[in-house]
């Protein structure tokens, strides 16, 4: 028997095809690469969450000498939002980028760690967190459920 998985996404030509609030979202994610700490990688990445009280809070990456201690955005924003607001969950995050001397017209996507900790953050609240990827112009996807970009990740509920 064969199976098929597949997800549907949204892409818009630019960010202006965004409701308002999610422009907002999506200009804080932006305005959040200034505040990542990439020293070794000069690939700023930011992230913004839009909190069930309405609140938007952002994370970068923070590097590391010690390069795997490094954090992405996704995973210092989800962390500081579970220990911040542990009674609010996040609506939507918004994910951008900004490589020093480059362009980012292209949206970029979680890293494999980042996507299982949104899952967890999604089962934790039993809601879904809305997600929006794009560069610093251009092409902006969305993906309605962060777990749509993990099949097949490790459910949680089998260790209970
Ligand atoms: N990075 C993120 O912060 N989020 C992603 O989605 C991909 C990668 C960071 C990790 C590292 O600091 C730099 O970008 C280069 O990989």
Known sequence: MHHKFEFEYEALTDSSQLSTEDQSLLE???KATETAYAPYSNFHVGAAARLSSGQIIIGSNQESTSFPVGICAERTLLNSVGSQFPTLTIST????YHPVGKDANEPISPCGM?????LDYENRYGAPIKIIL??????????????????FGFDGAILK
């Open 28 to 30: 804080a994610a932006r």
């Open 93 to 96: 995050m918004a994910i951008s």
């Open 114 to 118: 980042c996507r299982q900790s949104l």
């Open 134 to 151: 794009a560069g610093m112009s251009g092409k902006v996807m969305i993906i309605a459920s962060a777990s749509m970009l993990l099949p």
